[in-house]
T-cell receptor, first 115, second 115 residues
Framework: AQKVTQAQTEISVVEKEDVTLDCVYE???????LFWYKQPPSGELVFLIRRNSFDEQNEISGRYSWNFQKSTSSFNFTITASQVVDSAVYFC????????????FGQGTRLTINP | ETGVTQTPRHLVMGMTNKKSLKCEQHLGHNAMYWYKQSAKKPLELMFVYSLEERVENNSVPSRFSPECPNSSHLFLHLHTLQPEDSALYLCASSQGAQGVGYEQYFGPGTRLTVT
């Protein structure tokens, strides 16, 4: 079964703090893809990153970084020096052959950055 | 226009009305999707179209009827809806639907309220 778990329902931090959003996934496929999306109050999901299961290299893009660890089936997302504009709901998602290529989303983490 | 657009952004309809949601993608993608996002549920995939052919119908009630006249346009026809159908309806597109790993690009959504 394909499953994505984001255990943190809501996180609230003060601006400039670092914050990590957790994502744990389940799949029996050896080839799969992981994604992170951001959903600001406007409603549109914004694609942030895609990783395939064969590439465990961590990625950094500005203040955003992602830590992919197959050993723990986790794909965590860290925002460094958070800003108010980072406030949104963040979704982790998984797709694989076993899952009929459908994008399976986690429940989302609502992140609030307070000034 | 760029990306994925959806109209209308907000819709209020009675249970006996018939209305349609429209989605248009300007990305040259071959696959389009309808998702439902309710307040307390994860994103639910409703329909998938690949090259204008429906490849997925995720046990959606017949009061929702999709239409994909070409690879750039997707409609969701609504009739005799129930109050529990009130939700944010998101359209997405991707380069392909038959391969694993394509990221999906989302529109801003239509906020539907059924009275």
């Amino acid at each position: 079964a394909q499953k994505v778990t984001q255990a943190q329902t809501e996180i609230s931090v003060v601006e400039k703090e670092d914050v990590t959003l957790d994502c744990v996934y389940e799949t029996r496929d050896t080839t799969y893809y992981l994604f992170w999306y951001k959903q600001p109050p406007s409603g549109e999901l914004v694609f942030l990153i895609r990783r395939n299961s064969f590439d465990e290299q961590n990625e950094i893009s500005g203040r955003y970084s992602w830590n992919f660890q197959k050993s723990t089936s986790s794909f965590n997302f860290t925002i460094t020096a958070s800003q108010v504009v980072d406030s949104a709901v963040y979704f982790c998602a998984l797709s694989s052959i076993q899952g009929a290529q459908k994008l399976v989303f986690g429940q989302g983490t609502r992140l609030t950055i307070n000034p | 226009e760029t990306g994925v657009t959806q109209t209308p952004r907000h819709l209020v309809m009675g249970m006996t009305n018939k209305k349609s949601l429209k989605c248009e993608q300007h990305l040259g993608h071959n696959a389009m999707y309808w998702y439902k996002q309710s307040a307390k549920k994860p994103l639910e995939l409703m329909f998938v179209y690949s090259l204008e052919e429906r490849v997925e119908n995720n046990s959606v009630p017949s009061r929702f009827s999709p239409e994909c006249p070409n690879s750039s346009h997707l409609f969701l026809h609504l009739h005799t809806l129930q109050p529990e159908d009130s939700a944010l309806y998101l359209c997405a597109s991707s380069q392909g639907a038959q391969g694993v790993g394509y990221e999906q690009y989302f529109g801003p959504g239509t906020r539907l309220t059924v009275t």
